[in-house]
């Protein structure tokens, strides 16, 4: 089972962690990251998905804010 990195725990205070599956959980990761991350976790989502994955997972979402969605939708649209 591929898991997430100890650096990411922060973001993930609700969930038992060491359960999070980098490919099974990866809608919620990328929710999370995107709404919560610091500069850290971004770029480690960056290095984990693909641009095509996340703008998917981002267009899907309800759980995203709308300020997030907005703020990501200009990164990596522009």
Not at 61 to 74: G, T
């Amino acid at each position: 089972m591929k898991i997430l990195p100890d650096h990411l725990k922060p973001f993930f205070w609700e969930t038992e962690f060491s359960q999070i599956n980098i490919d099974k959980n990866k809608p919620y990761i990328i929710e999370r990251i995107l709404d919560f991350g610091d500069l850290s976790a971004v770029s480690w989502l960056f290095s984990n998905y693909t641009k095509n994955e996340i703008k998917e997972v981002l267009r899907e979402s309800r759980k995203v804010s709308a300020k997030s969605r907005n703020f990501w939708h200009l990164i990596l649209e522009g």
